[in-house]
């Protein structure tokens, strides 16, 4: 899969050329911040539309009827979420514990005129944002970010509850990684295929008993 133009990244992930656009300035900016911060691994560079762009952008199809607050937890240089916003996706909040690459995001959101909310702490530390969706790519195992979310949920005082769905990005070994939060959790899941990596997996969990 070769990717370096608008027909191309078309061909996998319809976006509009305004879209495009808004990418090409933040590939822009990230070549220029990584030579001295590391934004993400030098060696997806070369494949940067297909690692980073189409990776996160493929994500968009599964939050369409997502009208409240999105999180991105470890949002790092601002991938899946900021992606998603530049998409058109309101009520984007990127987290993220680094102080650089939230310094990044933010210019990136200036330059680009997407509308995003961008924490600078741990996700432990986030007051409850009463999420709809909570997104994350590459951050942790399954079951360590369902104790991010088990715990961020626990914030809420309120007596009727909601159950956010969650969206993740998961490479070769999320059948281990499902089976060991089955373990533990009962939750109803969707195992869409990647259009980025044969081997990996977009995990839509809808209903997860979270207690």
Not at 17 to 24: A, V
Not at 40 to 52: P, Y
Not at 88 to 96: A, D, H, Q, R, T
Not at 173 to 182: F, G, S, T, V
């Amino acid at each position: 899969m070769i990717i370096n133009t608008y027909e191309e990244f078309c061909s996998y992930q319809h976006v509009s050329r305004e879209t495009f656009k808004k990418f090409e300035i933040f590939i822009e900016v990230l070549l220029k911040w990584q030579k001295s911060v590391n934004l993400i691994s030098n060696s997806t560079i070369n494949t940067i539309w297909k690692r980073h762009f189409l990776d996160s952008a493929q994500l968009y199809t599964y939050s369409q009827d997502i009208k409240g607050n999105i999180l991105d937890i470890g949002s790092g240089a601002g991938f899946p979420g900021m992606i998603l916003a530049m998409m058109g996706k309101n009520n984007v909040n990127l987290i993220e514990s680094d102080q650089k690459k939230c310094i990044f995001m933010r210019e990136v959101a200036r330059l680009t005129n997407t509308k995003v909310k961008i924490y600078n702490c741990r996700i432990e530390d986030l007051d409850y944002m009463k999420p709809e969706l909570i997104i994350s790519r590459a951050l942790a195992p399954l079951s360590k970010l369902i104790e991010y979310v088990d715990n961020h949920m626990n914030k809420n005082i309120e007596e009727n509850k909601v159950t956010p769905k969650l969206l993740f990005l998961k490479g070769k070994n999320y059948n281990n990684e499902i089976y060991d939060l089955l373990k533990i959790k009962k939750l109803e899941i969707d195992i869409f295929p990647s259009i980025t990596d044969d081997f990996g997996k977009v995990l839509y969990i809808k209903n997860i008993n979270l207690c």
